[in-house]
């Protein structure tokens, strides 16, 4: 994540044309860049080539449509340009994209509803975000903020979108049901970067100006400790567990691990120049960092806060965000207008995708999921049998439980979900059953939740029934009928009787006092015939199969 200030720095002493070295620092503030502290000429050159490519880029931007008609995929990528007062989904399916979405000047940031229903953008100059409605793509107003909003982050309930206000120094709470701002919240110098904890209990806000990660109690909307950090930090996210936040240190070149459950703050980590974005993978295992000045983007193993092998071939990387799967990390490359696919398998950059104007940040729905339900053994079980209900949630990588239900009632606590399955046992009631699972993200997840298809299941009662089946005359022979008597026990179980030879169906009749009899002729060769008793009650008496009986048919003398 990115910080916007201005207006710019006065210039450095120049000789000849060229910029010299200062004795301290020096920010460079860029519209749609942001501000990073550089000592000495090579950087501020840089800087002022970043500059002009913005402008060329403010030029081009009159050039693209703001109409928005792009109609959502199950999985869409938001990026936000900048320099076109717009965003454009990108279907992540195809890696196409789509049609830009007009919203407010300048936006900075984007964060999604867990639900997927809105997309909000921050509008830089503008001090108001954006609600976009990801159904069809079309934007429905906007809400006034405070000064210079840049950062967003949506709590994992869905209620409650914080805005970063970096010229107030303060987060605005936006109702998400409403629309509506709360109080702003005092924070302190510069905030930016925002992150909200998988608990929802949390917000971390990156402080540029002070050197500082401030946390914000949801519940209260009250600021609570600082966390000292590196110089000028930018972007923050949260692992999956929720036990690390990482802050990405423009200036120090570095990212500062947290350690969530006592706010203390670990050993920084070395990565690229000018680290801006940070977005972990959903497995928790890797955290990208990209680095706006050299172009490259830094792997960080989780476990061991050690930075891998830098990817390249990027100019400057400005926002990192994750697929659901896990399977694809998206860079926004600032100045080179592109966005990025890196396989996260391998670490290996992908061809960028073209078509936006100065991308600064991206955030990616959640992945539509669903829920299918087995039961073993299958309907018609006796009373007292255990059945085994297993769910299969599609993708396999989406991380929650299952609450198996009967009807409405819950069967047990919900299930954790392992590679994509969750299991329980129940031992059910004589009656009928209308058992489904719900699948239930985890909490932060990239995920929504789905329902399977209700499973009609039948338990009959211990009282069991005998079907017993004798024929006559046996042996037989050809054109002479076969007489075949089927006797069901106990006496006043009711319902019918289907006789088969083999599979085939020969009749089915009604129980009467026992007994059902049908006479029928045979055909010459042999006949395993047998009788299955169906009750018209299941509840009360259980279905029952005679043991076969073999019939020869002879031919007449």
Do not use: W
Request: hydrophobic share 40%; charged share 5%; glycine share 8%.
């Amino acid at each position: 994540m990115l910080t916007k200030q201005s207006p710019l720095p006065p210039p450095e002493p120049q000789v000849g044309g060229m910029v010299t070295p200062s004795a301290t620092p020096t920010k460079i503030c860029m519209a749609g860049i942001g501000c990073l502290l550089r000592r000495g000429s090579t950087l501020a050159v840089a800087a002022l080539v970043l500059l002009a490519a913005t402008m060329v880029q403010l030029v081009a931007s009159a050039l693209v449509s703001a109409t928005a008609s792009a109609t959502p995929t199950p999985l869409t990528a938001y990026v936000i340009n900048d320099n076109a007062d717009s965003v454009t989904p990108i279907d992540v399916t195809t890696n196409t994209p789509g049609a830009p979405i007009s919203v407010g000047h300048r936006p900075f940031g984007v964060a999604i509803t867990p639900d997927d229903q809105t997309a909000y953008v921050t509008n830089s100059t503008d001090n108001t975000v954006t609600p976009i409605n990801v159904a069809t793509n079309t934007r429905s107003g906007s809400i006034s903020v405070g000064h210079r909003p840049l950062g967003i982050a949506i709590t994992p309930d869905g209620k409650t979108a914080y805005v970063a206000d970096e010229l107030d120094g303060t987060v605005t709470p936006i109702n998400v049901a409403t629309n509506t701002v709360g109080n702003p919240i005092s924070v302190a110098v510069d905030p930016t970067g925002i992150a909200v904890t998988p608990d929802g209990r949390t917000v971390y806000v990156t402080n540029a100006g002070s050197k500082t990660v401030t946390l914000i109690n949801v519940v209260t909307n009250t600021p609570g400790p600082t966390i000292a950090v590196g110089r000028v930090p930018f972007g923050v996210a949260i692992t999956p567990d929720g036990q690390t936040a990482y802050v990405t240190n423009s200036t120090d070149n570095t990212v500062t691990p947290i350690n969530v459950a006592t706010n203390t703050p670990g050993s920084p980590i070395s990565v690229g120049q000018s680290p801006a974005g940070v977005a972990i993978t959903p497995d928790g295992h890797t955290a990208y960092v990209t680095n706006l000045g050299d172009g490259t983007v830094t792997p960080i193993n989780v476990a061991t806060n050690t930075p891998d092998s830098p990817i390249t071939g990027f100019t400057n990387p400005s926002a990192v965000a994750v697929t659901p799967d896990g399977a694809t990390a998206y860079i926004a490359d600032l100045v080179a207008n592109t966005v990025t696919p890196i396989n996260v398998a391998t670490n290996t950059a992908g061809s960028p995708i073209t078509g936006f104007s100065a991308p600064t940040e991206i955030a990616i729905t959640s992945a539509v999921t669903s829920t299918s339900l087995t039961v073993r053994p299958p309907s018609l079980a006796a009373a007292g049998t255990q059945e085994t209900l297993t769910a299969t949630i599609s993708p396999s990588s989406a991380a929650g439980s299952v609450q198996f239900q009967d009807s409405t009632t819950p069967l047990g606590s919900p299930v954790p979900v392992s590679n994509g399955t969750a299991t329980t046992t129940a031992t059910l009631a004589v009656g009928t059953h209308s058992l489904s699972a719900v699948f239930i993200p985890r909490l932060g997840a990239p995920f929504i939740g789905s329902a399977s298809p209700a499973v009609n299941y039948l338990v009959y009662a211990t009282t069991p029934t005998t079907t017993t089946l004798t024929a006559a005359p046996n042996p037989g022979f050809q054109v002479v009928p076969e007489i075949l008597l089927a006797n069901v026990s106990p006496f006043p179980a009711a319902g019918s009787v289907e006789f088969l030879d083999g599979t085939t169906p020969l009749d089915t009749a009604t129980v009467t006092s026992g007994q059902v009899l049908i006479v029928r002729s045979l055909g010459v060769g042999t006949h395993t015939l047998t009788a299955v008793f169906t009750p018209s009650n299941l509840i009360a008496f259980g279905p029952s199969t005679s043991p076969p009986v073999t019939v020869t048919i002879s031919p007449l003398p």
